[in-house]
């Protein structure tokens, strides 16, 4: 399947929503998702494991994703990673702050489909696969 071989981080606190995103990535092939319950460690994760898509909260414990994506960009190995932020943050002023750090999509959670989230992700993934 298209996303077996792509490693995809998801950094968000809510274990139910994490558990949702996991189960429903490996219905669609995508075999290599881990993920971190917090900001400093989903960035240690990515700095180790260098995935090729991480989705990121805003809202997290330890570090906030503004703070993650500036040290993400910020780090030599890190700073090309592909990022889609899932929040329930919905305000256009923070969308469109969050957007000026090169993310490559923003999924609100309150209008979160998982077939809607796995066709973005599928397009972010062939869209960087082009780049390659």
Known sequence: M???NKKILIVEDD???VKVLKDGLAQHGFSHVTSAS???AGLQKAIEEK??????DLILPKMRGEEFLKKLRGHEETHAVAVLI?????DYEK??????????GYLVKSDFSLD?????????????????
């Open 2 to 4: 298209e996303g077996e």
């Open 15 to 17: 274990a139910d929503f």
């Open 38 to 40: 917090d900001g400093e």
């Open 51 to 56: 995935p090729d898509l991480i989705l990121l």
């Open 86 to 90: 899932v929040s329930q943050l919905s």
């Open 95 to 104: 969308i469109s702050e969050t957007m000026a750090l090169g993310i490559k």
């Open 116 to 132: 809607s989230m796995i066709g973005q992700i599928q397009t972010i993934l062939s869209e960087e696969r082009k780049k390659e």
